[in-house]
């Protein structure tokens, strides 16, 4: 079942994201299940993104595997899970 992945990160900024984005945007785009991925500053400064991936096991092995390792000092990214009815692909 598909997954939205949603994390609000605290204490990151524009170019915290910024600079790690490189180091895992290809790994995404070659994970098995990946979809998509989004982010954006929220109105209290945190960060949050959003991922949609085919599977939960997906989502969580990706991050703990590529994420988890790669965050800057003091970031810790609160993750939810949503599992999802549907998805509408192009």
């Given at each position: 079942m598909s997954v939205l992945i949603?994390?609000?990160?605290?204490?990151?900024?524009?170019q915290g994201y910024d600079s790690?984005?490189?180091v895992v945007a290809d790994l995404a785009?070659?994970?098995p299940g990946f979809i998509v991925h989004c982010a954006y500053e929220t109105a209290d400064g945190?960060?949050?993104v959003m991922e949609l991936w085919e599977t939960k096991d997906a989502?969580?092995?990706?991050f703990a595997e590529?994420?988890?390792?790669?965050l800057p000092p003091g970031v810790r990214p609160k993750r939810q899970l949503?599992?999802?009815h549907?998805?509408?692909r192009p």
């Open positions: 949603t994390v609000d990160v605290k204490n990151q900024t524009a790690m984005l490189p785009r070659k994970a945190a960060w949050r989502a969580n092995r990706f590529h994420v988890a390792p790669n949503q599992e999802l549907s998805v509408i």
